[in-house]
């Protein structure tokens, strides 16, 4: 498969897609963190975006959600997996990523813009989706 050119203009359209993404889709956002939580807990050495759209089939997530992550936007997918790891620092070194044109603005994920507090999970709240799946 051929690497898709990117089609953001600068660092900053990219991070700002990015950032529309997510708190426009802020379900999706907090179920795509729980699943990346599920499938670092379970002991996976690596895992990419292929890894968490088969979990989530797996776990009978909306069909939305599952095409979400099959598609090949790797453009969004690289703002995404930059701030699942802002958010989730255990997961440095854990998500497969690849060269950005975000990181030319943002060389690691800790010095990407702030999200709102309302779309990160944190562990009690994953822990309690976890232990109680219908709450």
């Not at 598609?71 to 620092?89: E, T």
């Not at 440095?92 to 990160?120: A, F, M, N, Q």
């Amino acid at each position: 498969m051929t690497e898709q050119p990117s089609l953001y203009t600068s660092s900053q359209d990219a991070t700002e897609e990015s950032i529309n993404w997510i708190c426009g889709h802020m379900r999706k956002w907090r179920a795509l963190q729980m699943l990346a939580l599920d499938v670092y807990e379970s002991g996976r050495e690596h895992f990419g975006r292929d890894d968490l759209y088969y979990l989530a089939k797996e776990q009978g997530y909306s069909v939305s959600m599952c095409e979400f992550l099959h598609k090949r936007d790797h453009n969004l997918w690289a703002g995404l997996s930059r701030y699942l790891i802002k958010y989730h620092p255990e997961f440095d070194g854990v998500i497969w990523r690849k060269h950005s044109v975000i990181d030319d603005l943002y060389p690691t994920p800790e010095s990407l813009p702030e999200l709102p507090r309302e779309v990160v999970v944190n562990r009690g709240q994953w822990k309690l989706h976890r232990d109680f799946p219908g709450m």
